[in-house]
């Protein structure tokens, strides 16, 4: 008898598991790359980029772009995407997804309901680049074809990582993080906009690809702003960089430092570390910003003996100085203009002071306009080049 069962059992078992129940064919799925999330006539307009295998594996090259655009239209974003099978032959597959654009328009409205329903789909991973079309549509700048990569939301998502990694004003934002920032005490979110230039009908189309000067392009232009999930405004390219250096992101870039007598030095940037603490003190919260910094010299415009020590130190005081009056103007700036948390300053005070934050926190929007941040900035300059002073200026002397 119980070998009987055991039997029966192990029969059941091996039924259940045979074969899979949300088995999906490859020829019956459209890969999803790109998706645009806009606001049109009180609904949710949805655009999708889906790539067409066959033509970016022609051989001898092919006349047609190898990405194609669907368009539906709904009440909520689940019911545009379901929608979308009226006009796609293939079931939208969003795993492969890399880049999300949403329109400025519905980010001043809100982007929660978005989220709500992309981070509960199984299909959706979270590693995808978020980022805000400036002044307008997010199919619109999924929609331009570039040279050097024939997929416009590849081109994006390959444009948001250089940048990030090489351009101090940039950064990549992707839906875990954006999520983690949204629920957090303390901090609002950022996200990296893009913008449209050109013509847009000659960006769509194959003729973009003919000009060595494209009519129709894409630029990231800093960082838009956020209060809750709402879109409030947008920092121009200094304060985004200085945002980045308050947050730690910046890896590499390119400074300029005046020099005594004019002119200028230009620094690359190697390698930051940013140190944040918060603490109150009789009642009042405060934050200490210490950031190092790593860098080279790469370019002297002025009259400089970069062997002598007194002058390395004299343009690292110079360096420190800059880099702190940059923190200090974004800070003021998102204090007057948006009054909105987005270094994290109530966060770190969260963790530094639970206690002390529990006090605070429902007047903390309040609190920030006024928040005393002391920022302490050190530089090291590593290598100076195979030269000792500047070229230019070695021959002004030979005139």
Known sequence: MR??????????????????????????????????IDNSDDQIEVSIQVVEPQQINAKGGSTRIPAIMYKSKADTLAEALRKMMTVCPRKPYVSHLRVLAIGESLARVGIADTLDYISRDHEFRNDFSIIIAKGGKGADVLSILTALEPIPSNSLFDTLRVSSRE???????????????????????????????????????????????????????????????????????????????????VKRTIGNVTCADGGQISFEVLNTKSNMKGVIKNGEPQIDIR?????????????????????????????????????????????????????????????????????????WQELFTKLSVNVEVETKTRLTGTTSNSLVEELKKKK
Not at 3 to 32: H, P, S
Request: aromatic fraction near 6%; charge should be negative.
């Open 291 to 363: 950031l190092l910094v790593e860098q080279n010299v790469a370019e002297v415009k002025c009259q400089v003996d970069l062997m002598k020590l007194e002058t390395i130190e004299g343009l690292q005081e110079r360096s420190n100085k800059q880099l702190k009056e940059l923190i200090q103007h974004t800070i003021h700036e998102v204090q007057a203009k948006y009054q909105s948390d987005i270094f994290g300053f109530g966060e770190v005070i969260h963790r530094n002071d639970p206690k002390g934050w529990q006090q605070i926190k429902d007047n």
């Open 3 to 36: 070998k009987r069962v055991l039997a029966l059992l192990f029969m059941g078992i091996v039924i259940v598991l045979t074969g899979c129940w949300n088995r999906n064919e490859l020829t019956d799925l459209a890969f999803v790359v790109g998706m645009a």
């Open 167 to 249: 351009w101090a004003p940039t950064t990549t934002i992707t839906l875990d993080e954006l999520i983690t920032d949204l629920v957090s005490q303390g901090k609002n979110p950022v996200l990296s906009g893009i913008e449209r230039t050109g013509d847009l009908k000659v960006g769509r189309s194959l003729d973009n690809l003919e000009s060595t000067t494209p009519n129709g392009n894409v630029r990231l232009v800093g960082l838009a702003v956020f209060q809750k999930d709402k879109l409030v405004g947008w920092l121009d390219e200094a304060d985004s960089k200085g945002y980045n250096y308050i947050e730690g992101n």
